[in-house]
């Protein structure tokens, strides 16, 4: 390792920043993203977190395409609504970096983190070993957790599965959520290939959830290598929906009518297959408790705020338009209801101003809020968003502040070639976009808000409300 990794002086210390100790670990490493266990099992050793999790805790990990914040999230709070002391990782984060890093739903304070990330330093030198951003703060999550005496470990893979970090921690239980087309620079141009990747959480003897219908042979080969005991959706387990309040799901030992959530019913269910898979002593109370509680920032995510209707959703490649599309068209018909219902009723009432009779009268509409990364297949997701049927009247685009985020000309550009009967509007930052889309809706409009994590921090940050 070289003098420079050994003795820079622009290390912070424990009397450091948070924002100082994130810029510094963007810097220290070659590549921000670098697969691969061989850096940073040595730093993991050292700091003991590996021994603690095979000692001290009952771990899920969670990979897949899409779904996976949603799948963790579930499986968090079900635990932790059993009387377990539960530990949830997840990324990327939406507005501040302790969003990733969480014990009993409470993220963790900058002084923790700090803390942690002072001792991965000090390991990472000792071991004289350089680590991206991404390993450097899993790491430190790790360490929270096994030095908390987490009871449950409920950790997302952030990157295919095999070489990522979270994979130096033995799961209990796995899930795979689903095996699509992302990240092909890094996990191949194909479904197998992918779910081979993905696949890499395995390990003998456990048990995994497939939260999908079809099924790679690349996974199947892992799960017979591995002697895995399968629970996949629409053989081993199923669900569907009862009403706008309740859904039902089964497995061979239970038919449950439960509360419904604030998130996909396909997520949640592979949640629960795990759960209900899993050694831990989780009953009925507690799933139906946690599941009239749980939420997350950005998937599925509807508001009221600024005397507008929003919806907020991270999907950021096809199969994520799908599961966008999926439940934005109910309660796209839903809206509509309601509003119909306040027309009716604005007409009945003497009391209103004509103002506000005449901010009705215009139909609802959909207003888009949108950008993307640059290497994600935007053609395909503005494809499958203007194929959908949605009365989309229009388009409010800006680059996102992201060193890979798509340029406004080019998503411009993008949806120049697939819409017609909408009107497309281009700004320089989202924070402007976002103020343009509240001035040119109307209260009786939905304005959704997606295409990447970053598009959705951003949206929030401009409106100044919490995640």
Same mark, same amino acid.
């Given at each position: 390792?070289?003098?420079?990794?050994?003795?820079?002086?622009?290390?912070?210390?424990?009397?450091?920043?948070?924002?100082?100790?994130?810029?510094?670990?963007?810097?220290?490493?070659?590549?921000?993203?670098?697969?691969?266990?061989?850096? $940073?099992?040595?730093?993991?050793?050292?700091?003991?977190?590996?021994?603690?999790?095979?000692?001290?805790?009952?771990?899920?990990?969670?990979?897949?395409? +899409?779904?996976?914040?949603?799948?963790?999230?579930?499986?968090?709070?079900?635990?932790?609504?059993?009387?377990?002391?539960?530990?949830?990782?997840?990324?990327?984060?939406?507005?501040?970096?302790? #969003?990733? $890093?969480?014990?009993?739903?409470?993220?963790?304070?900058?002084?923790?983190?700090? #803390?942690?990330?002072?001792?991965?330093?000090?390991?990472?030198?000792?071991? #004289?070993?350089?680590?991206?951003?991404?390993?450097?703060?899993?790491?430190?999550?790790?360490?929270?957790?096994?030095?908390?005496?987490?009871?449950?470990?409920?950790?997302?893979?952030?990157?295919?599965?095999?070489?990522?970090?979270?994979?130096?921690?033995?799961?209990?239980?796995?899930?795979?959520?689903?095996?699509?087309?992302?990240?092909?620079?890094?996990?191949?141009?194909?479904?197998?290939?992918?779910?081979?990747?993905?696949?890499?959480?395995?390990?003998?003897?456990?048990?995994? %959830?497939?939260?999908?219908?079809?099924?790679?042979?690349?996974?199947?080969?892992?799960?017979?290598?591995?002697?895995?005991?399968?629970?996949?959706?629409?053989?081993?387990?199923?669900?569907?929906?009862?009403?706008?309040?309740?859904?039902?799901?089964?497995?061979?030992?239970?038919?449950?009518?439960?509360?419904?959530?604030?998130?996909?019913?396909?997520?949640?269910?592979?949640?629960?297959?795990?759960?209900?898979?899993?050694?831990?002593?989780?009953?009925?109370?507690?799933? #139906?408790?946690?599941?009239?509680?749980?939420?997350?920032?950005?998937?599925?995510?509807?508001?009221?705020?600024?005397?507008?209707?929003?919806?907020?959703?991270?999907?950021?490649?096809?199969?994520?338009?799908?599961?966008?599309?999926?439940?934005?068209?109910?309660?796209?018909?839903?809206?509509?209801? +309601?509003?119909?219902?306040?027309?009716?009723? +604005?007409?009945?009432?003497?009391?209103?101003?004509?103002?506000?009779?005449?901010? $009705?009268?215009?139909?609802?509409?959909?207003?888009?809020?949108?950008?993307?990364?640059?290497?994600?297949?935007?053609?395909? %997701?503005?494809?499958?968003?203007?194929?959908?049927?949605?009365?989309?009247?229009?388009?409010?685009?800006?680059?996102?502040?992201?060193?890979?985020?798509?340029?406004?000309?080019?998503?411009?550009?993008?949806?120049?070639?697939?819409?017609?009967?909408?009107?497309?509007?281009?700004?320089?930052?989202?924070?402007?976009?976002?103020?343009?889309?509240?001035?040119?809706?109307?209260?009786?409009?939905?304005?959704? $808000?997606?295409?990447?994590?970053?598009?959705?921090?951003?949206?929030?940050?401009?409106?100044?409300?919490?995640?």
């Amino acid at each position: 390792m070289s003098d420079s990794l050994l003795f820079n002086p622009n290390t912070p210390n424990k009397h450091s920043s948070l924002t100082e100790w994130l810029d510094y670990m963007q810097q220290i490493h070659v590549s921000a993203i670098d697969m691969g266990l061989s850096r $940073v099992l040595p730093v993991a050793e050292a700091l003991g977190v590996v021994q603690s999790a095979k000692d001290d805790a009952y771990v899920f990990t969670v990979a897949g395409t +899409n779904g996976k914040g949603s799948t963790t999230a579930v499986i968090a709070q079900m635990c932790q609504a059993a009387g377990y002391k539960t530990a949830l990782y997840q990324s990327p984060h939406l507005s501040v970096f302790n #969003e990733r $890093v969480r014990i009993n739903g409470e993220m963790v304070s900058d002084e923790t983190l700090i #803390e942690a990330f002072s001792k991965v330093e000090a390991a990472r030198l000792a071991c #004289e070993l350089t680590l991206s951003f991404f390993e450097m703060t899993t790491l430190a999550a790790l360490l929270i957790f096994a030095e908390a005496d987490c009871d449950v470990w409920v950790l997302e893979v952030g990157l295919g599965g095999r070489l990522d970090v979270v994979n130096i921690i033995d799961p209990d239980m796995a899930v795979i959520t689903n095996i699509a087309i992302d990240h092909v620079d890094w996990l191949g141009d194909n479904v197998e290939d992918i779910g081979r990747e993905k696949a890499g959480i395995l390990r003998d003897g456990i048990s995994v %959830v497939y939260g999908a219908t079809v099924m790679p042979v690349s996974v199947q080969q892992a799960i017979d290598k591995h002697q895995v005991t399968c629970y996949q959706v629409g053989q081993d387990f199923d669900y569907r929906e009862v009403d706008a309040s309740a859904w039902q799901y089964s497995n061979a030992a239970v038919t449950m009518q439960l509360p419904r959530p604030a998130l996909s019913l396909t997520n949640t269910a592979n949640a629960l297959s795990a759960v209900l898979a899993s050694s831990l002593n989780i009953d009925s109370t507690a799933i #139906e408790q946690a599941l009239q509680t749980v939420k997350l920032a950005g998937r599925f995510d509807y508001r009221e705020t600024h005397n507008r209707h929003w919806l907020f959703d991270v999907a950021h490649n096809e199969q994520g338009v799908e599961f966008l599309l999926a439940q934005l068209l109910p309660l796209w018909q839903q809206h509509l209801a +309601n509003q119909n219902n306040f027309d009716a009723l +604005n007409q009945s009432s003497s009391q209103n101003s004509s103002q506000q009779n005449q901010a $009705v009268r215009r139909p609802a509409s959909i207003k888009m809020l949108f950008s993307m990364l640059g290497d994600k297949d935007i053609n395909k %997701v503005v494809q499958r968003l203007t194929e959908a049927g949605l009365p989309i009247s229009d388009w409010f685009v800006a680059e996102i502040d992201y060193p890979r985020a798509a340029s406004t000309e080019h998503l411009q550009g993008i949806l120049s070639s697939y819409v017609d009967d909408a009107q497309i509007h281009d700004f320089a930052r989202l924070k402007d976009a976002t103020q343009a889309v509240i001035n040119a809706s109307q209260p009786q409009d939905l304005i959704v $808000v997606c295409g990447s994590f970053h598009t959705i921090g951003e949206a929030l940050a401009a409106l100044a409300v919490d995640n």
